[in-house]
Nanobody, 124 residues
Framework: QVQLVESGGGLVQAGGSLRLSCIAS????????MGWFRQAPGKEREFVAA????????YYADSVKGRFTISRDNAKNTMYLQMNSLKFEDTAVYYC?????????????????WGQGTQVTVSS
């Protein structure tokens, strides 16, 4: 069984920061690409960021590039998303995801495993 558990969501004012965490358990993590998707009310889920199995390469959606930073600590089976300069349009449920592949580029198309999500609300 693969389990992904997100934390760190909440309410923040525009311009503020939040850090999301995702703890993975089961037969996954250190050799798997990880990432984040989000879904805003009334919109489809969209890719946010991804990271290769060893953290060597990262990928970002254009909408978050320069503001969000993805990282991972394989010793702790934990992935992070540091979100700075938050905007109202960043409001969404954020999902931790993982792929069977070690290549983060695969996550741009979708993911094999999903967490339950954590709500991020940015007030304008």
């Amino acid at each position: 069984q693969v389990q992904l558990v997100e934390s760190g969501g909440g309410l923040v004012q525009a311009g503020g920061s939040l850090r999301l965490s995702c703890i993975a358990s089961g037969r996954i993590f250190s050799s798997n690409a990880m990432g984040w998707f989000r879904q805003a009310p009334g919109k489809e889920r969209e890719f946010v960021a991804a990271i290769d199995w060893n953290g060597s390469t990262t990928y970002y959606a254009d909408s978050v590039k320069g503001r969000f930073t993805i990282s991972r600590d394989n010793a702790k089976n934990t992935m992070y998303l540091q979100m700075n300069s938050l905007k109202f349009e960043d409001t969404a449920v954020y999902y931790c995801v993982a792929d069977r592949s070690p290549n983060g580029r695969r996550l741009l198309e979708g993911a094999a495993y999903w967490g339950q999500g954590t709500q991020v609300t940015v007030s304008s």
